[in-house]
């Protein structure tokens, strides 16, 4: 748990060194958090570049106000970094539990079913989290500085790429679930939030693209 706490306070290196070595964290949801945190931080590098500038005064407060979103955002994935690390010791605690008995196998199944939900949970604060930036940056994507497009398309592209990665750990993990109706119910909803959000996502890239195209 110690090391879990350190893990967004590691230093470029140290943390993609931590990610490629055959440590169980951090691993696909906290690279999940830590791409949708880059992504919020992008959105907020293209409203930094407008901000206070006579250009783009008429969309001065929405601005401040994304951009305060956005910082908010930013926060809570870097925090879902040791989240997802912090989930992570319950389920694998579970993995490891005596199944020689009958009661031995009721015990493990009913522990190992609640670390699954919990270990979902954060997965689901980042696709939440980055659906919530995305909603932000698409709606100052077209009002902002016109050289820094590439900036609010590439922070789109991040936070896509985020919701997809932390996707796969809700399925992992609801594919071991008993309880298949519950199972089922959970990756069906974020199956359609990821749906969803492609499209959005791709559909506010590719506008940022031929805008960008357009402008040269």
């Known amino acids: ?51 206070g500038k006579p250009k783009y005064q008429e969309h001065e407060a929405d601005f401040q106000a994304k951009l305060k979103a956005l910082d908010e955002i930013k926060e809570q994935l870097l925090a879902c970094v040791d989240e997802d690390a912090e989930v992570f010791y319950p389920l694998a605690k579970a993995y490891r539990m005596p199944k020689e008995t009958e009661p ?11 670390a699954l939900y919990q270990a979902c949970a954060v997965p689901e604060k980042i696709m939440n989290l980055c659906s919530q930036a995305m909603d932000a940056i698409e709606y100052v994507a077209d009002k902002g500085s ?59 890239a590719d506008q940022l693209k031929d805008e960008i195209r357009g402008n040269r």
């Open 146 to 204: 016109v050289l820094a497009k590439s900036d609010a398309a590439a922070a789109v592209i991040l936070c896509m790429a985020a919701m997809n990665a932390a996707h796969l750990n809700i399925l992992i993990n609801t594919a071991s679930m008993k309880n298949r109706q519950e199972a089922e119910k959970i990756a069906e909803e974020y199956d359609h939030i990821l749906m969803l959000n492609n499209i959005r996502g791709s559909e506010i």
């Open 1 to 51: 748990m110690s090391e879990a706490k350190q893990l967004v306070d590691q230093n470029c290196r140290a943390f993609v060194e931590s990610l490629a070595s055959k440590a169980p964290t951090p691993g696909g949801g906290g690279a999940a958090a830590m791409a949708g945190a880059l992504g919020a931080a992008l959105g907020m590098m293209y409203l930094n570049l407008s901000v």
């Open 104 to 114: 031995e196998r009721e015990q493990y199944q009913r522990v190992l079913e609640a």
